[in-house]
């Protein structure tokens, strides 16, 4: 009995197993951390507080096709046949348009793969409780009037305008 008790501690102390080896694979840090962030994101505009309890805002959804579980079988064809590192570079040509003066409306219609665009052209208005993703509803609540922002969702990247 005694001798079996003395196995057990030494085992769980690690004196029958050798010399302590590096640990292979991943820390437990690295475990729990998140992804890496896309850099389309704006986070500078994410990391504010809200600006408002309550805007206005229109968006273009840019998916991929990693996305598709959350679309429920209604994903734009354009977004099935892209990456992610696809829909980042359609982000960025998009977002240079909006720069250089594009209607971001007309950029809206041509591009955006959100099925209830048809529904909602004017915007969803934005609040703490609207029935929206909560990456929108963060955003929404920290944009300032006219100004542009991208976040990520279930659904791919939204580039969000508020108009109000």
Known sequence: MKSSLLMLLLVVAGGACGP???MNG???NRMNSEPAKSTVITQDILDRD???????CKHILIGWRDKKDAYQGKMDERAKKRSKADAEAKVRELLNAI???ADFDQLMRDNSED???????EGYVVNREAELVIEFRWLGLRLNVDEVGVVESDYGFHIMKRVE
């Open 20 to 22: 302590a080896r590096p």
């Open 26 to 28: 991943p820390s437990l």
């Open 50 to 56: 809200p600006v408002a309890k309550e805007t206005l």
């Open 99 to 101: 720069g250089a003066g």
């Open 115 to 121: 099925p209830g665009f048809e529904v909602k052209p």
